[in-house]
């Protein structure tokens, strides 16, 4: 099977997904759709023991999601979730958390809004001391509602969550480490060695020993499928409360009319900070 918005290269057991979307790698409905059907594949997949998630774009391992396709889905039921109390973008971390395979995110550059919810639920997560990390929904009106929410105030714990939920800055990848959202931030020259070897590593382990694992941890965080699915319910609900509300329209038709370039995206939370005091 072919993609468009990232391409494959298998190494032994180890699958390198580069993610590729230009300009900016934004998360969009083909990219969410693609990642789905990969996600279906590597389920029966035996050959493959470790994912590698990176991107081929230095400057942006993800943007964050696609403001034309956000109101597009929005619009358009048959965009959306089957399930009401679960949205796409939701859907998609699941998918990916329950594979078979240990799934790493290893981020360089910019990882905001969608790209931040996916990578949270892969397995692991590695990142460059000088990348970016941020939650930009908030200044624009509405929230995390990839799971963002629920899953960084799990990691982070409450008061960590708020704080990177609604400052809207960029956190270093030395900085989401110390929160919890990376499992190390590492100099961006020893990053690619670092998760290679992990890779290599865990890849001479068998689907038995790496399923013990996971069967352990399964039990361990049982009590906690029910809050996690209500926290998801409960972003989509700030989500439509939030889309019928000017504050919400302002800040993404704002967005929209820059037209998501380059030049906006390197600076995201400066762009959205200079929009705001022209809207006042």
Same mark, same amino acid.
């Given at each position: 099977?072919?993609? !468009?918005?990232? %391409?494959?290269?298998?190494?032994?057991?180890?699958?390198?997904?580069?993610?590729?979307?230009?300009?900016?790698?934004?998360?969009?409905?083909? +990219? !969410?759709?693609?990642?789905?059907?990969?996600?279906?594949?590597?389920?029966?997949?035996?050959? &493959?023991?470790?994912?590698?998630?990176?991107?081929?774009?230095?400057?942006?391992?993800?943007?964050?999601?696609?403001?034309?396709?956000? &109101?597009?889905?929005?619009?358009?039921?048959?965009?959306?979730?089957?399930?009401?109390?679960?949205?796409?973008?939701?859907?998609?971390?699941?998918?990916?958390?329950?594979?078979?395979?240990?799934?790493?995110?290893?981020?360089?550059?910019?990882?905001?809004?969608?790209?931040?919810?996916?990578?949270?639920?892969?397995? +692991?997560?590695?990142?460059?001391?000088?990348?970016?990390?941020?939650?930009?929904?908030?200044?624009?009106?509405?929230?995390?509602?990839?799971?963002? !929410?629920?899953?960084?105030?799990?990691?982070?714990?409450?008061?960590?969550?708020?704080?990177?939920?609604?400052?809207? *800055?960029?956190? %270093?990848?030395?900085?989401?480490? *110390?929160?919890?959202?990376?499992?190390?931030?590492?100099?961006?020259?020893?990053?690619?060695?670092?998760?290679?070897?992990?890779?290599?590593?865990?890849?001479?382990?068998?689907?038995?020993?790496?399923? +013990?694992?996971?069967? &352990?941890?399964?039990?361990?965080?049982?009590?906690?499928?029910?809050?996690?699915?209500?926290?998801?319910?409960?972003?989509?609900?700030?989500?439509?409360?939030? +889309?019928? !509300?000017?504050?919400?329209?302002?800040?993404?038709?704002?967005?929209?009319?820059?037209?998501?370039? *380059?030049?906006?995206?390197?600076?995201?939370?400066?762009?959205?900070?200079?929009? %705001?005091?022209?809207?006042?």
């Amino acid at each position: 099977m072919s993609y !468009t918005t990232f %391409s494959l290269k298998q190494e032994g057991a180890v699958l390198r997904v580069a993610l590729s979307n230009p300009p900016v790698n934004l998360m969009n409905l083909k +990219m !969410t759709e693609e990642l789905f059907q990969l996600s279906g594949q590597l389920f029966v997949d035996t050959s &493959v023991k470790v994912v590698i998630l990176e991107s081929a774009d230095p400057e942006f391992f993800i943007a964050h999601f696609d403001l034309d396709d956000l &109101v597009k889905s929005a619009a358009d039921p048959s965009k959306a979730s089957k399930y009401p109390d679960i949205n796409a973008l939701q859907a998609l971390a699941l998918s990916w958390q329950g594979l078979p395979q240990v799934t790493i995110a290893k981020v360089q550059g910019r990882c905001r809004g969608a790209g931040l919810e996916f990578a949270m639920g892969l397995s +692991m997560r590695f990142a460059s001391e000088d990348s970016k990390f941020c939650a930009p929904e908030a200044s624009g009106g509405f929230l995390a509602c990839g799971g963002g !929410t629920t899953r960084i105030a799990l990691a982070a714990g409450p008061a960590r969550a708020l704080e990177f939920l609604l400052s809207g *800055r960029d956190y %270093s990848g030395l900085e989401a480490e *110390r929160y919890g959202l990376v499992n190390r931030a590492l100099p961006a020259s020893d990053l690619d060695q670092y998760v290679d070897e992990l890779a290599a590593q865990i890849s001479q382990r068998s689907f038995g020993v790496i399923g +013990m694992h996971r069967d &352990v941890f399964k039990e361990v965080y049982a009590p906690m499928i029910d809050p996690l699915f209500a926290g998801l319910a409960k972003e989509n609900d700030g989500l439509r409360s939030a +889309m019928a !509300t000017e504050e919400f329209a302002q800040g993404v038709e704002g967005l929209r009319s820059l037209g998501q370039t *380059r030049e906006y995206e390197l600076n995201l939370p400066e762009t959205i900070s200079n929009l %705001s005091q022209a809207n006042k």
